[in-house]
């Protein structure tokens, strides 16, 4: 069975005035968007310089990483990508004090 296409992606090297709305803008060409945010520094609030776009359909999100990937917006070269699945981190226990410490 060949694998799915995720209606998710991965857009770096973003300007740092590039805002949720103007990502959204920039993509919309290609179709139906879901959501589209940038991840911000939680402190300051100011954008990392990449975010995510999700699409309704898996097409839409192929068309527009083959269309937006290594162009120059806002005089940044920008990448765009398959966002990849991430699992949530696992903390093992030590078996003797059932703590997330392990003890010498």
């Given at each position: 069975?060949?694998?799915?296409?995720?209606?998710?992606?991965?857009v770096?090297?973003?300007?740092?005035?590039?805002t949720d709305?103007?990502?959204?803008?920039?993509?919309?060409?290609?179709?139906?968007?879901?959501?589209?945010?940038?991840?911000?520094?939680s402190?300051?609030?100011?954008?990392?310089?990449?975010?995510?776009?999700?699409?309704?359909?898996?097409?839409?999100?192929?068309?527009?990483?083959?269309?937006?990937?290594?162009?120059?917006?806002?005089?940044?070269?920008?990448?765009?990508?398959?966002?990849?699945?991430?699992?949530?981190?696992?903390?093992?226990?030590?078996?003797n004090?059932?703590?997330?410490?392990?003890?010498?």
């Amino acid at each position: 069975m060949a694998k799915r296409f995720t209606t998710q992606l991965f857009v770096s090297r973003l300007s740092g005035y590039t805002t949720d709305q103007s990502l959204r803008q920039l993509f919309s060409p290609f179709g139906q968007i879901k959501e589209a945010r940038l991840i911000k520094d939680s402190q300051t609030q100011r954008p990392k310089g990449f975010g995510f776009v999700t699409f309704e359909s898996e097409d839409d999100a192929q068309k527009a990483m083959k269309a937006l990937d290594g162009k120059i917006v806002d005089g940044r070269l920008i990448f765009v990508e398959a966002a990849k699945d991430v699992e949530a981190p696992t903390t093992k226990l030590d078996e003797n004090t059932h703590s997330h410490y392990k003890t010498s």
